[in-house]
């Protein structure tokens, strides 16, 4: 059985940080590259950012470039976000999700093959 379980979301001030994580389990990790993608209450799902298996080479969505960061290790079958300079239209609940590596990255929000039930983030102002 698949499983991507996030965590680390929470409240989080105006000009903070945050520091996702979403462990994997039930699949070979370093055959899937893997996103970070979020939804706000009434909108659209959103690319944030994507690292392929390796580590070496990641996207980032133009309204996270330059603040956020995504990580994996595979030795512990996890991906991680961080975020600074958080902003109010940070807030969403954010996914982790797994892409076959065949797939290649790529900003599209579908074509993943395994998703976490999502983790809230909020930051206020």
């Known amino acids: 059985q698949v499983q991507l379980v996030e965590s680390g979301g929470g409240l989080v001030q105006a000009g903070g940080t945050l520091r996702l994580s979403c462990a994997a389990s039930?699949?070979?990790?370093?055959?899937?590259?893997m996103g970070w993608v979020r939804q706000a209450p009434g909108k659209e799902r959103e690319f944030v950012a994507i690292?392929?298996?390796?580590?070496?080479?990641?996207i980032f969505a133009d309204s996270v470039k330059g603040r956020f960061t995504i990580s994996r290790d595979n030795a512990k079958n996890t991906v991680y976000l961080q975020g600074n300079s958080l902003k109010f239209e940070d807030t969403a609940v954010y996914y982790c999700?797994?892409?076959?590596?065949?797939?290649?990255?790529?900003?599209?929000?579908?074509?993943?093959?395994?998703w976490g039930q999502g983790t809230q983030v909020t930051v206020s102002s």
């Open positions: 999700a797994a892409k076959s590596a065949w797939r290649g990255l790529g900003t599209n929000v579908e074509g993943y093959d395994y």
């Open positions: 039930g699949i070979t990790f370093r055959q899937y590259n």
């Open positions: 690292i392929n298996w390796s580590g070496s080479s990641v």
